[in-house]
């Protein structure tokens, strides 16, 4: 699909997306005139992707190196503000903030990539068997079962899911990951629901069709390619949910147990705290919203980059 | 309409069997019951059996679900094996504080998210309408018990301005009641109040393409006139739909919140009953929220076509 070279009125993408040239030149929105043809990278997916980026590198340099040992507690250093030593400060047991930060990065992106892999995986052929029934005169009732069970799916928030979870089982990581990925599921059935019913009406399904192709061929070779996009965009806004998902179970003690290092448990742990280290809650919650930040605008970016006439949307 | 209305209600109906047949199954069918749960691994058997006597769990499955279920419908939703009281009134006093809580909130973040939303979306070029959109961004990235972390250490910690915990039901005292209600519902609404702002202006964006809006500018109309003559109620629709399902979400997403003001509400009863094992409280503050969730949903439906005559007509 290739971007018109001139401005339509129709075209009016999100203002914080910018082409590499604006970008660099300047960050406000006049800039957003001179978009060009070629591959647009807007500022959403260059911001999103590296904050991505950074908090996937702190969890890999975690399992290497950290500054301090992530469970060593050092009663002389407890509480301290930043320092050269520990320059996000220490906690009630002397345990260091940055140490902390890093080892718990990991535990954010297991349950987002299991989440995210649980949804994908049953949503997305859900979505497609859905869309395929729907075009049979004999299986719109069938679509419209599925459809349904996933409007009542959609009644299971995914934090009331992974209370649910936690309360039948008992609390820990594991529960919460399929709770929070059984949760997104309606998300990835919908997307690719819609996405095929549009790759099935167009003229190459319909030739494929008169062809001879069987059904589930054409559902591998045309849809899954065509859809590929949309739900790559979908992957990466429920990540974002479910770091936020994590971070909340774990700050009401239903999500990661001691002493696994979480960024909810952490922001949990720095209630008492709050008068007098206000920092022990600052680095945790910026961590949080960073990942969330990112994830968010990588998808925002790459909806604009796999349909540019597709404006971004708020979810 | 009458159709739809009627159509609408018994799927109401339909989804919420449905829904009260998966709880039970999760929480009634699973190996380690209720008794068991509520008493510990440790407790011998025969007191397993016991309590299991005295409940009733021991009858089959499905006499219990009928149990259960009929129950629900003449509004009793059990008694608690742990601490021996009705569950009903816990549900039905905690609700209240939830529901205040909330509504209060989306209210807020209504009156915050329209204007701004509006003035974005008339302003997409300018730099106030890519600042509004990037603040929005920022806003959605931060998780509630931030913005509650961080309202309670500036002005309630800090300021001294409210009080950084506790309830007050509005009959002991309106002030001490609405004092104690500012800083949870701030928090709440202004990441609602993010979310918010990029629909409306999306909505807004899109009812500007519109021949209409363009067939009252050539009548002469400024831009902001023909939005609020023409343009506004058909903005309305998609952000009815998107404030009705934030609605549904807060009910749950305000457990933490809760937790951190220390509020009576329904998610804090729920937290509660999960840490005393207590699976009945569970399962009936679940199907009440879920109820709930569904009611909203139902609600939203049949108003937006009463907004929107086109969809009325068409159902």
Known sequence: MKPTGAQSPRDHADPVDLNP????ASANGGSARSRKSGRRVNASMVIGAGLVVLIVALALVSFVWTPYDANAIDPAARLQNGSLAHPFGTDTFGRDTLTWVMV??????????????IALLIGTPIGIISALFAKQPWGIWIDSVIMRANDILLAFPALLLA??????????????????GIAAIPGFARVARSGTLQVLGTEYVRAARASNRRIPAIAVV???????????????????????AEAGLSFLGLGTQAPTPSWGRMLQESQQYLSTHPELALWPGVFIALAVLGFNLLGDGLRDRFDPKMEARGA | MLTYAINRAVQFALSLLVASVAV????????????????????TPEAVAALEAQYGLDRPPLIRYFDWMGGMLTG???TSYVTGAEITPVIVGSVQVTAILVVAAIAVSIVIAVPLGTFAALEQRNWIGVTISGLSQVGIAIPNFLAAIILVIVFSLTLGWFPSQGWMAPIEGLGGFLLRLVLPVVSLALVQAAILTRYVRSAVLDVMREDYIRTARAKG???????????LRNAAIPVITVAGVQLATLLVGAVIIEQIFVLPGIGSELVRAVA??????????????VLLVLIINLIVDILVPIVDPRIRNAA
Not at chain 1, 163 to 180: D, E, K, L, R
Not at chain 1, 231 to 243: D, E, G, N, T
Not at chain 2, 224 to 231: D, E
């Open chain 2, 76 to 78: 009793d939703f059990g």
């Open chain 1, 222 to 244: 045309h849809v899954l390619p065509n859809i590929a996009g949309m739900v790559i965009v979908q992957a990466s806004v429920a990540f974002a949910i479910s770091v936020l």
């Open chain 1, 104 to 117: 718990g990065a990991r535990i954010t992106l297991l349950v987002g990539v299991v989440a995210v892999g």
């Open chain 2, 24 to 43: 039970f199954a999760l929480m009634s069918l699973l190996p380690g019951n209720a008794a068991q749960v509520a008493l510990g691994t440790n407790a």
């Open chain 2, 276 to 289: 005393n094992r207590d699976l009945v409280a569970v399962q009936g503050i679940v199907m009440a929220l």
């Open chain 1, 21 to 24: 040239a604006a970008a660099t």
């Open chain 2, 221 to 231: 109309l400024t831009r902001t006139k023909a939005l609020f003559v023409h343009g």
């Open chain 1, 163 to 180: 209370i649910i979870f936690a309360a039948v089982y008992s609390p820990g990581t594991g529960p919460a990951m399929v709770a929070v």
